[in-house]
Each structure stands twice: as structure tokens, then as C-alpha cells.
């Protein structure tokens, strides 16, 4: 436990993006399984952990501490955690220290502790660490780790630490599960690469950039509608089906009509939008798809006042055929076939505006 939160110490204090690389990259490096394993899982969002409730952990500190002054405290800090953690008395009866609690012990206690058993165990736990360390375990505890480093960027880390290719770690990461043993094997040459077979796991997006170039051809380019909603993809293999955002999120059970809508095998890249007319084209704005957006149960009213569908781009799979080597003009008629089977309602194909230069395009 002390590694770990002295990593999420110096992330929190640290701006640099490329420091905080070395600082991950470091602590992965360093620090044995299946510890660092639970790390990325915290530091990516793939932990599932029964959040303990805020309230739960102040009523803690209450029977502690007066409570004038652990509200005093909190308002001058501004975080709960650590104000607890910083005021947590020592306990009367000095705990048995001469086994430090490991990050691994600490995520197997809270992801089994009963709710009844939940208030004396996280005492117990509270008693035997250092403030810093109380305060990493209260961000685990409560599901706010909020340490300034997405998911991305902790997967780059493992990537560069261990001279991976973090297209290739993202492209197996939704197919493997924490403490991810099988990852940190192949990252150290133990184990052969892990495959994405028969798994509805994300692949990185291919982004839009702007054009550099002062004199093009439109004859050269293909132009599009840029459309007000979320990039997501789409994934169903081995009758499972994923909905991913741009940044590897999985989102299926915000958009459940979507993801049930999609039982073609394959892999689709498409603009998610509710229905609507303030873009034209029956898409609604960005507010109205806001309403959707990171719910995880969605009631029968929300489907029916901002029901959502997916404008497709892209295909990248078809079936079991990889197509990401294919030209682009290839992929669209493969997806123009493919999204024939879909369900119109949910989804349609953005569609290719006819423009014989950049002015006629403008106009």
C-alpha cells in the first residue's frame, strides 16, 4: 500500500504529462503482482468495488473526531478523504504493523466486506496506515481516485515502461481482467501476446485531423457532415455486443436500445446522436444526448424522450474479416452492404456530400 500511494501522491502534484509516464511507468516496473496489477485497474477505471458510502466513512470520523471540527477542516481543505485521512487519531491500542497491508489484501477486503462489516474493517485498515496511505485507501473505498491521469494515459505508461505498442495493449485490454497477469507476462516476455478473439474488445480510433496541406484536391478527399454527438464503436462477436467511446469506455449500458439493436457480427465506428431536429438530418443537439450520457440504469421515459442511433463511419471488421488494411473507398462499400442488415431506426450511414471543389463545398 505504500508504493501505491506514494504514486498517487506524486500524481496528483504532478502536471507534466510526460512525468507522470515516468512516474507510472516507474512504479509498474518496481512493484510486484499482483499489486501493480490492481494499480492500473484503479488508475484505468476497471475496478469493481462496492463504493462505500460517503456518509458511511464521516460517521467514522465523527465517533473520532468532533464533528464542529471535521466539518471545520473539511471546509478549509476541500476533499473528504483527506481531511480523514490527516485527522484519523491514532487508535488506543497500537495495531500489529509488522505486516503492512498490501494494495492486493486491501482491494480483496473491499470487494468482499459486507455492509454490516464494512464500518469496522475500514477502521481497522484506517488504523494500521499512514495518512498519505489512509487517504489512497479512502479513493479506492469511495470510487473517486481522481488522480489527473485517464485511461489512456495510464495504458501509454505501461506501454513505454515496457517498450509495448500501446495500440496492441489497447487492442487486448477490454479481453482481460485485473489483476492482469497475462498482460504483465507478455509486457515481460513471459507469456506470448494476448489475443482479442472471441471478445468484444475496443481498438483505437483513427482520428480526424485538420488538413495541413495550403493546395488539395477535393477530387483527392471524400467530405462528410461533422455531426454535434459522441464517437463511439461498436462491437459484437461471440454474441456479445460492446458499445466503447473514444476513449475505450465502455458505454453499452447507457445505450441499451443501441447495443440491443446491433447482432450483425462486426466492428462499426459511427457519430452516437439522439433523434432530433436541431441538426438537421433527425439528429437532435448535444444537450439533449448529454441527458443520456453516463447513466447506468436508463428508465422507459429516457428511451422515449431521447431515443439514440448511430450515424456510421466507418467499418472495421466485417464479420471475422479485418478491413482496417483496406483503402477507404473499399470500407465504405463494405460498410454501405454491411449496414443494409441494421435496424434503420438505430442506425443509417452518414452520407458522402456530392462537391466538385472546396468552393462548391463551402456553399
Do not use: C
Not at 50 to 57: D, E, N, Q
Not at 99 to 114: K, Y
Not at 245 to 255: L, N, P, Q, V, Y
Not at 307 to 334: H, K, M, N, Q, S
Amino acid at each position: 500500500m505504500r508504493a501505491f500511494a506514494d504514486l498517487l501522491d506524486a500524481l496528483i502534484y504532478t502536471r507534466s504529462r510526460n512525468a507522470k509516464l515516468r512516474l507510472i511507468g516507474e512504479y509498474l516496473k518496481s512493484t510486484p503482482d499482483p499489486d501493480r496489477g490492481w494499480a492500473m485497474a484503479a488508475l484505468t477505471g476497471s475496478l469493481d468495488l462496492p463504493a462505500i458510502k460517503p456518509a458511511l466513512v464521516r460517521a467514522l470520523i465523527e465517533e473520532r473526531v468532533d464533528p464542529v471540527l471535521y466539518r471545520m477542516s473539511r471546509d478549509f481543505v476541500g476533499d473528504s478523504a483527506e481531511t480523514i485521512a490527516l485527522l484519523w487519531p491514532e487508535p488506543i491500542t497500537p495495531p500489529d504493523t509488522s505486516e503492512p497491508l498490501t494494495l492486493a489484501q486491501v482491494i480483496d477486503i473491499l470487494g468482499s466486506i459486507s455492509k454490516s462489516d464494512a464500518p469496522a474493517m475500514l477502521a481497522s485498515m484506517l488504523d494500521r496506515l499512514e495518512a498519505d496511505e489512509r487517504f489512497a485507501l479512502l479513493k479506492l473505498a469511495m470510487g473517486a481516485l481522481r488522480a489527473g491521469v485517464s485511461a489512456r494515459l495510464a495504458k501509454t505508461g505501461l506501454a513505454q515502461a515496457f517498450d509495448l505498442d500501446v495500440e496492441a495493449v489497447e487492442e487486448v485490454w477490454h479481453g482481460l481482467a485485473p489483476p492482469y497477469p497475462t498482460l504483465f507476462g507478455w509486457a515481460e516476455g513471459t507469456h506470448t501476446q494476448p489475443t482479442a478473439q472471441n471478445v468484444p474488445v475496443f481498438r483505437p480510433f483513427m482520428l480526424a485531423h485538420p488538413l495541413e496541406e495550403t493546395q488539395v484536391s477535393l477530387q483527392d478527399y471524400a467530405a462528410e457532415w461533422k455531426w454535434d454527438g459522441i464517437r463511439v464503436q461498436l462491437v459484437h462477436v461471440a454474441g456479445q455486443t460492446r458499445l466503447y467511446s473514444r476513449a475505450g469506455d465502455d458505454i453499452t449500458h447507457s445505450f441499451p436500445e443501441v447495443a440491443a439493436s446491433f447482432q450483425a457480427a462486426g466492428v462499426l465506428d459511427g457519430e452516437l446522436l439522439v433523434k432530433g431536429d436541431a441538426q438537421g438530418g433527425e439528429a437532435g443537439s448535444f444537450n439533449a444526448l448529454q441527458q443520456r450520457l453516463g447513466r447506468k440504469v436508463v428508465s422507459a421515459k429516457m428511451l422515449s424522450e431521447y431515443p439514440a442511433f448511430v450515424r456510421l463511419y466507418d467499418i472495421l471488421f466485417d464479420g471475422a474479416d479485418d478491413l482496417r488494411a483496406l483503402g477507404w473507398t473499399e470500407r465504405r462499400a463494405r460498410l454501405e452492404t454491411f449496414a443494409v442488415q441494421l435496424d434503420a431506426e438505430r442506425f443509417d450511414v452518414s452520407a458522402v456530400i456530392d462537391a466538385k471543389d472546396f468552393a462548391e463545398l463551402e456553399e
